[in-house]
Nanobody, 126 residues
Framework: QLQLVESGGGSVQAGGSLTLSCVASGLSLGYYSVGWFRQVPGKEREAVACAAMIRGRANYADSFKARFTISKVDADNTVYLQMSSLEPEDTGVYSC???????????????????WGQGTQVTVSS
């Protein structure tokens, strides 16, 4: 069974950067597409980006593509989310999720993912 553990969250000032990691165990991420999602207090969880199973082809939600970069490193069984130019509005819990069977494209809908990590808190202060 696939297990996902996020790390790398923390507190940062506006304009700063953070890199989140989603480390998988149990099965190889080479057979999964992986997405990053964000839960902001008082709002529904939203998709940030995803990386497809084959070659980690990336797909971004429009509001994140200029500042965030997702990378899937199958050799490390890890998916990274590099976040730059962070704003207080980016504060929230960031979770990764995985789903098998989506080979070349990955969706930006949480309902399409069945395996989830616990999330890591990101706090951006002004």
């Amino acid at each position: 069974q696939l297990q996902l553990v996020e790390s790398g969250g923390g507190s940062v000032q506006a304009g700063g950067s953070l890199t989140l990691s989603c480390v998988a165990s149990g099965l190889s991420l080479g057979y999964y597409s992986v997405g990053w999602f964000r839960q902001v207090p008082g709002k529904e969880r939203e998709a940030v980006a995803c990386a497809a199973m084959i070659r980690g082809r990336a797909n971004y939600a429009d509001s994140f593509k200029a500042r965030f970069t997702i990378s899937k490193v199958d050799a490390d069984n890890t998916v990274y989310l590099q976040m730059s130019s962070l704003e207080p509005e980016d504060t929230g819990v960031y979770s990764c999720a995985a789903e098998g069977g989506m080979r070349f494209q990955c969706p930006l809908e949480e309902r399409d993912y069945s395996e989830w990590g616990q999330g890591t808190q990101v706090t951006v202060s002004s």
